[in-house]
């Protein structure tokens, strides 16, 4: 895979070594030889996953470590810091650095291509949902970059699959001050509980007696509701092929027993934290959606989305041999109602008349807001008899009860003009049909208003 691999250490021997093993990988390589370099690196370049030494002289790996993490530009960039000492003190003081992952000198090279191949497919996932929307100000960008990752990693929803009882006690002990932890000893059930759980992690054992713990984890990648969900797994000292099978299929992170109860809250909160800002992003790129197509004030569709949707529908009616109408509905007199009252009353009478609209059609209709008091209604299997019927309920559900429009004003008589046309000529395109039921609606507007005209074309 193609990524860029930032090395920092101050040792030319080391940087070599990891240099070559990365490039024979396909890794694109940037190296540092201090910390201050590296901070300067990353303020200027792209990074996908940083390789950072513990003992560096100046600025230790520990502070850098914190350093990127504080910035909202490079917090989530993966950053593997490398130690001499295999010691869970470094391992926690790293994780609460903000480290992702640890790897201890001399470095294996398996391990080292696994852990940098799955930290950096994360990137990579992180990358494409910051970059798919086509400005900032329509994703939400600075909010995002603002959001600071180590205020998301506790409070979590945690299920832990482990068959032991006193093991799995005890990893929930060490949990339990930070995250809530429900226990599952059946791979089955938990697999049963997982999409509708809302978790924010599953910790896996690889020790069950019962159970393939790994099988579980392959099954928990497959299912689309469970894709995204990190994993965890618990393995036993030097059990390293099960570790690269589950590595390999898409496990987050391991623990090695016995477990170390401060590097386990360490790095599930890693963990919680990375799951939780990627839930953001993609809560962002959804709200994104929705602003593409959805008008702003009345929560209708746009004009956009109701041009590409109505040829949509064209095409298939006119296959198909299928009925389709539209209604294009005015509000009488509006003008008035901003020049006299004011917009924010206006907006309040378009709020209220989407929602009359909406509540008054098909789920299958398509509603749309054109754009100022302008609306239209696409109707699937509707010839321009039964659309004419539907004109006409509307337009009685909007004179029937008077609009409100704030409590200086109370509430205002409102009525609306609707013109109706159909796909009925071989010839017809979506335009012509809009066309005539522009002209229908001219002529409801020409004969007195609140009335419906369907087009005699």
């Keep these: 895979m193609t990524a860029r691999v930032l090395v920092v250490d101050d040792f030319d021997a080391n940087v070599k070594l990891l240099e070559a093993r990365l490039t024979a990988e396909y890794f694109e390589v940037r190296t540092a030889r201090s910390g201050a370099e590296a901070l300067h690196i990353c303020a200027r370049e792209r990074a996908d996953v940083i390789l950072l030494d513990v003992m560096m002289p100046g600025m230790d790996?520990?502070?850098?470590?914190?350093?990127?993490?504080?910035?909202?530009?490079?917090?989530?960039?993966?950053?593997?810091?490398?130690?001499?000492?295999?010691?869970?003190?470094?391992?926690?003081?790293?994780?609460?650095?903000?480290?992702?992952?640890?790897?201890?000198?001399?470095?294996?090279?398996?391990?080292?291509?696994?852990?940098?191949?799955?930290?950096?497919?994360?990137?990579?996932?992180?990358?494409?949902?910051?970059?798919?929307?086509?400005?900032?100000?329509?994703?939400?960008?600075?909010?995002?970059?603002?959001?600071?990752?180590?205020?998301?990693?506790?409070?979590?929803?945690?299920?832990?699959?482990?068959?032991?009882?006193?093991?799995?006690?005890?990893?929930?002990?060490?949990?339990?001050?930070?995250?809530?932890?429900?226990?599952?000893?059946?791979?089955?059930?938990?697999?049963?509980?997982?999409?509708?759980?809302?978790?924010?992690?599953?910790?896996?054992?690889?020790?069950?007696?019962?159970?393939?713990?790994?099988?579980?984890?392959?099954?928990?990648?497959?299912?689309?509701?469970?894709?995204?969900?990190?994993?965890?797994?618990?393995?036993?000292?030097?059990?390293?092929?099960?570790?690269?099978?589950?590595?390999?299929?898409?496990?987050?992170?391991?623990?090695?027993?016995?477990?170390?109860?401060?590097?386990?809250?360490?790095?599930?909160?890693?963990?919680?934290?990375?799951?939780?800002?990627?839930?953001?992003?993609?809560?962002?790129?959804?709200?994104?959606?929705?602003?593409?197509?959805?008008?702003?004030?009345?929560?209708?569709h746009n004009r956009r989305y109701m041009t590409s949707h109505l040829k949509t529908l064209f095409e298939e009616s006119s296959q198909r041999g299928k009925p389709l109408s539209v209604l294009l509905l005015d509000i009488d007199y509006f003008k008035a109602v901003n020049d006299s009252y004011g917009h924010d009353a206006g907006d309040s009478v378009l709020r209220e008349f989407a929602a009359r609209v909406r509540r008054n059609i098909r789920g299958i209709d398509l509603a749309c807001r054109l754009g100022g008091e302008e609306f239209v209604v696409v109707m699937p299997d509707t010839d321009l008899a039964k659309a004419y019927l539907v004109g006409e309920r509307l337009r009685q559900c909007i004179a029937a009860a008077p609009f409100y429009a704030g409590e200086r004003i109370g509430t205002l008589e409102v009525t609306a003009s609707v013109g109706v046309a159909a796909l009925e000529f071989a010839d017809d395109t979506p335009e012509l049909i809009l066309k005539r039921a522009d002209q229908a609606l001219y002529c409801a507007k020409r004969d007195g208003r609140n009335r419906v005209v369907a087009d005699a074309a």
């Excluded at 994360?122 to 603002?146: N, P, V």
Aim: glycine share 4%; with cysteine.
């Design 61 to 300: 790996g520990f502070e850098v470590c914190r350093r990127l993490k504080s910035e909202p530009h490079t917090q989530h960039i993966p950053v593997i810091m490398i130690t001499a000492l295999d010691q869970p003190a470094d391992r926690v003081k790293g994780l609460e650095a903000g480290a992702d992952d640890f790897l201890t000198k001399p470095v294996d090279d398996i391990a080292l291509v696994t852990r940098v191949k799955n930290l950096a497919r994360l990137k990579m996932l992180t990358d494409e949902m910051l970059m798919r929307a086509s400005t900032e100000e329509q994703m939400g960008f600075a909010a995002t970059m603002g959001l600071r990752l180590d205020q998301l990693g506790r409070g979590g929803r945690i299920l832990l699959v482990e068959d032991r009882d006193r093991s799995a006690e005890r990893i929930i002990e060490a949990l339990r001050s930070e995250h809530h932890v429900e226990r599952e000893a059946d791979p089955a059930r938990a697999l049963l509980r997982l999409p509708d759980g809302n978790f924010d992690l599953m910790i896996v054992s690889l020790s069950l007696d019962h159970a393939d713990g790994l099988r579980l984890c392959s099954q928990v990648r497959s299912l689309d509701r469970t894709r995204h969900l990190p994993i965890m797994v618990i393995i036993e000292p030097g059990d390293d092929t099960r570790l690269l099978r589950s590595l390999d299929m898409g496990v987050n992170d391991y623990i090695v027993r016995p477990v170390d109860a401060n590097e386990l809250l360490a790095r599930v909160r890693t963990q919680v934290k990375r799951k939780r800002f990627t839930d953001h992003l993609r809560a962002r790129l959804e709200e994104t959606v929705e602003m593409a197509v959805l008008d702003p004030l009345t929560a209708l």
